[in-house]
């Protein structure tokens, strides 16, 4: 098996990734550019699976899921929710 870390862009309207199966969530932020991202830890040996990641801003309803991180982007606090594999 060989973990390695990606990068996945996100959009605030809600991405799914085509994202190794049981990959592990470390970071969602900005990376150099400004663009806003998920890194995982991925076990490259895994197949890969649709993976759903939700985005609520601040004030609107909580996505179903397991909550991953919130990134700031002047002016508005973007909330990422982690809905899964398989959707």
Request: net charge negative.
């Amino acid at each position: 098996m060989s973990k390695t870390i990606f990068k996945f862009p996100l959009s605030v309207h809600g991405t799914t990734l085509l994202i190794h199966k049981g990959a592990q969530v470390m970071h969602v932020g900005k990376d150099p550019s400004g663009v806003t991202c998920l890194w995982a830890e991925v076990e490259t040996d895994n197949p890969t699976v649709n993976r759903y990641i939700a985005c609520a801003g601040t004030g609107h309803s909580v996505p179903d899921g397991e909550y991953i991180g919130t990134v700031c982007d002047i002016p508005y606090m973007w909330h990422f929710y982690d809905e899964g594999d398989d959707l």
